[in-house]
Every structure is written in structure tokens, then in C-alpha cells.
């Protein structure tokens, strides 16, 4: 394959509306953005073999993946998401129908985030590499930090735990299904929207669920000076993940509290906060320093290393 | 080497003064920005073997080059640069030095372009790739774009022409001098600063150099639906380049007007105004609808293919 920049880029770009706040989208040197309040920025590097396989996902949900994951961190800024712009290397041997695949998938999850794809790049790379930067405007409100949760604050998470985890296990062993779980693995499923919702109803401290539940928390416990403890009557257990345990002997928790990659929100809230719809109350903010399930000590594992 | 996202993050960010319009930089989900008027965002990948060499370059060096050539396409669109983000591939084989070297030369370019380092990423990949997106504010002012120039407009440059073709000539036949040649190849020296300037003293286009002169200038002429001519009288020769042409039979004029990656910036300004400091008159605007040197159809390259 030799597919000129421009044209790979204009592929891309084909049909994908742009946002109000986009003064010039894709073909010059820079795109130019107006922004609403302050903007929050974050970047993600995907590489084949470590973040994807392309054995265990199509080109379409690589390219969904790669927009969700980078979105999702503006997300948890308590910021409205509103363009990406995206690095793309490609092997020699890429073949262009893959491109074009994973050209859909970006468009696919833009539209499904609200995001315009207002700029990009292509390089020719040993294995198949994708940068996303994502942007996000905060509409005059404060972002939502790592750092503000308070003692006594209650714990709330938005969007799917355990899910990519448990559909990575379901790879690993080479099985296809539960398909649903798979799926999250291919690509998670982020409450957008969730981030602005959770600010404006008054959130302390924010994370996306990268890492693990657990793994994320202990960052906002870290930052926040605080502890929190889990309570796991409060979550749900997916039919289908207990399905995965049985089959393997995997306990479900270590699915829904260690398991990376769902891109689920995290999030505290003032005691007494009605939460809003979305929104699950899982714990309460301690002043332990640390992350306990149940009033204990966790002694799975806490969070997650890629397979690659 | 195995340097955790975090540790190496730190490092490339330690003792980076951030801007008054950073309000969050590295160590949340995103960071936040508070920009002056309208927002100008940028990406570039780099890739080893592609964009630099290892044996060419040192690490230092790379990392100034990855910022370079990002900020310089915020430059030509007339903006102030302000923050960039980074996401880093690494091998495993990456000697830790030779990655501390690279974040220097990071904090060194973003330092002379007036950049906050506010976020980052790092992966394990195949090989090393750098993907830098870049950030800069309008101020209030129009963004300066390809299509604008007009026919009787004057054509002008800022910066050096043909210095990083001529180091790269130097580099592919073995030798290391002259130093400022191979210097200029392995990070351009971008006029930083001078597309604010063009804006506020008129320009009606403008584009940084990276794939050639012509060919860059090819692009605002298909944009903006003119034509140029260029008077090879109104270059500098410098004589490094001259001494490299003498060696090697390359014409002077092939680094020029056609070799790539010098991160100059080419803007046209209305005819009768007095070019500000730093930039030099070498051309006008026509109706030709192509790029011509003394009146002729140049016969030599027009542009850039990298070395990889």
C-alpha cells in the first residue's frame, strides 16, 4: 500500500460533520478551534500488539478504540468533548481496505462522542501506531481534578466495569463469546456526556477507569490526601461476566474491581448528593489513605498491565 | 528498560516553567488550558528511520526536532505557540540515557518556542516514535491560511532555505560537516515568533516549509487559485551550501527551492508593504496558476521525499 497522506486523511475526514466551534477543519498547515471556556487536551498512543491485536479485533473497532479511550480522559475533566486530531503509522504491508475499516471506526465513535476530526498525520512505521490528541471545552466551569475528593464524599462510577477485562480473559483462552464482552474489549463503551453531567451535579474529584477500578481510585486517594471504601453489594454482576468466572475460576471481582479498559467514570460527590441518572453509588470516601472493598484490605489484584 | 509512564513523564516535565494560560499540566487525566481568543492545534508523527536516524542524530537532537517541526505549522498560521502534548514509543531495547536525552532536547525546543510541555504518553512499540500535537492562541486575530494570497501580492521568507536538504546530502554520503548543515538537518532552526508577526504586519497566506519550497509554495498557489514567480537574485547562497554543491555537483539551487524540513516560513503580503524584520522578499504573486523561478518552469525537483 502507498496511500498518500492527503488522500488517507481526506478518507478520514469524508462525511464527518464538523462542530460549530471548528473555524477550519483538516487541509491546512493547523485546524483552528473556538473555544468555550477552557480547554482541556490529552493524548494516547495505540500500538499494535500491546493496546489492540488485530487478530482479536477488526480494523473498525481500532479505530473506535482509539477515539473512546483518548475522549473518555476529557470526559473526566468534567469537559464537553469537541474535536480530535489523529497520528496514524502504517506498515508497508497495510493493506487499504484495512485503513479504510479503520477509518470508519474513527468517524463511527467521533460521531458517537460529538468530537470533529479537525486534523492528522501519516507515517510510514514498523507496526501499525495511532496517536490520538483530544479536546475539550469546559463551558466556564472549574475541571473536575484527581485532587478534590473529600472525607465523607460518597463514590459513584457511570458506564460498564469488569466487561473489557472479562472479554480479554475470553481472548486469551481463544474463545469468541460471551460476544458482548468481547466487544468491550475491542472497544469500551463510554457514558458520554457523563463528565459534564457529573460536574454540573457537583462533583469533587473525577477519573476514567483505565487501570483498574481499584488501580484508578488509589490515584485519586493519592492526589486527594484521602481513603475510600467499596461496598460490593452496590455493583452490578453481568450475567455474562459470571458466566466467564465459572467457565474459568476467575472471581468476578477481579473482573469488576482490578480489570482495565472499560473507560467507565469514576467519580465523588458531596454526602447527600442526589446522583444523577447514570450514576451508581459504590462507596464512600475514608480517611485511610487507602482503597478497601467491603472495610478490608483488597488482596487480588488491583489493576491491570496490557497484554502485549 | 522498562520506565513506567509516570517516572518518565516527570522527567521530560521536570523544571519546565509552564505559562500563565497553563491552569493544569501533567499529572491529571488531561491537562487545561486558558487560551487567548481562537485555538490553533497541530499533529505530527516521527518515526526512526523515517523522519530521523539514530546514527545521524543524537537523542537530544530528535527531541528538539519533534517539537520543532510541530510548532512551526502553528507559527504559520499566524498564532502564538503555547503548549504542546507528547506521545513517546519506545523499544525495549531504548537505553534509559538515550531517553533522558530526548526529553532534554524536548524541554530545550519547547523552552526557545515558548511552549508548556502539558501531557504526554508513552508505549512500548517496535520502534521509536514521537508524536507531538501542538497548541497555539489567535489572540484575537484571523488565522492566516493557504487560500489568501492574491495576485500582485509580494512573496517573502523567514528563516533558512536548503540547509537541512544540504546537511542530509552531507549525512547520506558519509561525512559530518559542515556541522551547521547537519545541524539544520537534525532539527531545523524554526523562526519562532515570526508568524505572529506576519499576521500583525498583513501576510494574506502563509506556510512552513517542510516538504520544499516549491512544493509548499505549489500548495498555496492551488489553494489561493494563483501562481508565483521567484527571482533566484533575491536568495541568500549561503556558503556551506555552496561549498556542499561544489562537492557533490548537487545544484545550490536544488537545496533551495526544493529541499525539505527546514521549517521556514513562506507568507505573502500585499503588494507596497515594508516587510518586517526577518523577512526577505523573494518572489510575487501572478496569475499563472503554477510556481515559476526567473520567469521559467523550474526543471529540477520541486520537493521532498524523507529519506526512509
Redesign the interface.
Known amino acids: 500500500m502507498d496511500v498518500g497522506e492527503f488522500e488517507l486523511i481526506s478518507d478520514v475526514t469524508a462525511d464527518l460533520p464538523a462542530g460549530d466551534d471548528v ?2 477543519g483538516v ?9 468555550a471556556g ?10 499494535d500488539g ?2 489492540f491485536r488485530q487478530n482479536w479485533s477488526p480494523a473498525f473497532q481500532i479505530g473506535r478504540k482509539a477515539v473512546a479511550v483518548n475522549v473518555s ?2 470526559e ?2 468534567g ?1 464537553v468533548p469537541s ?1 480530535i ?5 502504517l506498515p508497508a504491508e497495510a493493506e487499504l481496505d484495512w485503513v479504510r475499516e479503520l477509518s470508519a471506526g474513527v468517524r463511527d465513535e467521533a460521531a458517537r462522542a460529538g468530537v470533529s476530526l ?10 501499525v ?1 495511532i ?1 490520538v ?4 471545552n ?1 463551558d466556564g466551569r472549574a ?1 473536575v ?3 478534590g475528593a473529600r472525607e465523607g464524599d460518597l463514590v459513584a462510577v457511570a458506564g460498564r466495569l469488569g466487561w473489557a477485562g472479562a472479554g480479554l480473559t475470553v481472548l486469551q483462552r481463544g474463545f469468541g463469546s460471551p460476544k458482548e464482552l468481547v466487544a468491550e474489549q475491542q472497544c469500551p463503551s463510554v457514558p458520554y456526556g457523563q463528565g459534564r453531567v457529573a460536574s454540573e451535579a457537583g462533583a469533587t474529584s ?3 477507569i483505565s487501570d483498574g477500578l481499584l488501580a484508578d481510585l488509589g490515584h485519586v486517594c493519592a ?1 486527594s490526601g484521602v481513603g475510600m471504601d467499596l461496598a460490593t453489594s452496590n455493583f452490578e454482576l453481568p450475567e455474562a461476566i459470571q458466566r466467564v468466572s465459572a467457565a474459568t475460576g476467575v472471581s468476578p471481582w477481579n473482573f469488576i474491581l482490578a480489570g482495565g479498559e472499560d473507560h467507565a467514570l469514576a467519580a465523588t460527590f458531596p454526602a447527600g448528593t442526589e446522583l444523577p441518572a447514570g450514576w451508581r453509588r459504590v462507596g464512600v470516601v475514608t480517611g485511610s489513605g487507602e482503597v478497601t472493598v467491603d472495610g478490608e484490605r483488597w488482596e487480588g489484584p488491583r489493576g491491570w498491565t496490557h497484554f ?1
Chains 1, 2 share one sequence.
Do not use: N
Not at 38 to 47: E, G, N, P
Not at 118 to 127: E, P
Open positions: 473555524l477550519l487541509g491546512d498547515d493547523a485546524a483552528v478551534l473556538r473555544p477552557d480547554v482541556v487536551v490529552t493524548t494516547d498512543m495505540l500500538v500491546i493496546h480522559d476529557v473526566s475533566m469537559a474535536a486530531v489523529m497520528a496514524l503509522g479537525v486534523g492528522g498525520d501519516t507515517a510510514r512505521s514498523g507496526a501506531v496517536t490528541t483530544a479536546l475539550g469546559l475541571p481534578t484527581r485532587s473525577m477519573v476514567d492526589a502485549g
